[in-house]
């Protein structure tokens, strides 16, 4: 059996606590200081950023190009920038210098001050550009400043090597310093020690006993005297075995005498008894054979029972577990699907909206000028014609405008309701699906894709508005997503007509289609052609779940290569 000094295994576990401490403290140290230099590099972004916030500002409201690449030029010349990114109100690059991050990390919405995460070692400080003209604040653009895990690296070279070198000087004392006392404590004693039981004999046990010198350790003493104690204890053995002994040679002479009687005795009686011993055994032994073999049997039954009840309950576990992230993921789909209508509507809003104030502006200046030349009393004839047929136009212009956010946000409000709500309400289904079609316009609109809608105007049904709604939008988003990839001037028909108690939709588009094998998984759970490009693959799934489980009916599909996908299903409503 392999053995190990305890001084060296004691101070190897000493030595070993006080290392892992030490790194554990080096290591925090460390991180203190890179995080601590992160924040100061933050704050000298934003430092930066405010500096030159001004004159960037007005660069951008007058378009004066060569001004923006002198300021960015500018900022990109100081140490702790490393990259700048200069973009137009719209989201457009206008400068991109230096080593710069993603710009899908650039936040969507405009922001006065956003500290942006590290990311692949590069880390940064984002902020919206707002011109403030005429009283009015209006954003130009926006400026994110960038700077890297190096340059914080590089201003803490001073601070590791301090840290590093005071780590490896206390460790290296320590290190000397246990090794010498376990040594002079320690080991030096034990060889003592072991040398004089190494010297033992049980025929003299008198100069067998330890005498340590200049021991002043108190357990070495007890190890001392405990072992003096032991060899006293054994004379005293030694001799009362002699006297045992003396006694036992009497006691077997008496036995030897009484043995011979027993055996004459035994041999008359073992005769007798011999025949019956051996079918007793012989019987014992087969029961005993019956016995293990039954007992392996039960204990081999019990083993398969224990492990087929454990399969069983892994497995219910796992099929809930499962059934439960389905769920979850199908109800992340519809949020999200959502969260993209809010996006997009929410940007063709704006735009009416913005001319709306624009046009206001413009009226509000043409009366203060009416206003004071009607003051000053040189109102002429002309200007106020002038002032009403440019109030007559903005007022048009805003009439139209307010008119077209309105419709936008009544039907983005209806669809959205309905996306998230299971209610049952009457519709006029051609209304409804224009509806539908009009919240995904931001979709569209920069495609040269065109949307047919064939449903007679006068068929009014009640059914779960909201099932509709989703099942049309994912059908319509893998269109504009999957099948037109690559296409430009994709056609989507949708016919919608009733069939006995039954609404019959055929939904088709010209895209690219799908092979045989992609077919036969099309209503598969997390089935997508763009796995690794963001693709969930539950769109499919949840058409298939609502029309087949939430609103009973049935649907299939075709498709081949080259000539775009197929889709009819039949659900069963109340026409009206």
Known sequence: MATSSISRSLLTSVLSVYFILTFIVTCVQIVGEYFDTKRVLVEELQNQQLTFNGSLTR????????????????????????GVVIRSDAGEVLIQLGEGADLSMLPDEASEGTVLPEKNGIFGYFSSLVFEFSGHS????????FTTRDIAIDRIKVSL??????????????????????SRMLNRPLLDLTDQIRN??????????????????EEFVMVEQAYNQLLDNLEEYQEDLDKTQQQLVKANRKLDEQNAILEQEVARKTSSLSQAMLDLEQRKNELEMRQDKLSKEISQRRTIETNLLKTNSRLEQSLDTLQQAQ?????????????????????????PIGIGVTATSFLQERLNQLEQSLEKKNLTQSQLQQFIAESNESLTLLDNNLKRASELIGSFKQVAVDQTSEATREINLREYLTEVIQSLHPKLKKTDHKIELDCPSTMNIRCPAGALSQIFTNLIMNSLIHGFENISGGQIEIHAERQGNNLHFRYSDNGKGLTEEQMEKLFDPFFTTKRHLGGSGLGTHIVWNLITQSLKGRISATSEPGKGLQYEFFIPVTFL
């Open 200 to 217: 033992f004999r049980l025929d003299d046990l008198e100069h067998s006993r330890l005498h340590l010198t200049d021991q002043r350790n």
């Open 161 to 182: 090597y301090f840290i590093i070198g005071n780590a490896i000087i206390k460790s290296t004392f320590l290190l000397l310093l246990f090794t010498l006392a376990f």
């Open 138 to 145: 209006t954003q130009v653009g926006d400026v994110t400043l």
């Open 59 to 82: 660069s951008l409201w007058e378009f004066n190009t060569g001004q923006i690449e002198a300021i960015a030029e500018g900022l990109i010349g100081i140490p702790a920038i490393s």
């Open 327 to 351: 769920d979850q993921l199908i109800e992340s789909e519809k949020l999200a699907s959502l969260g993209g209508l809010v996006a997009g509507i929410t940007h063709d809003v704006n735009t």
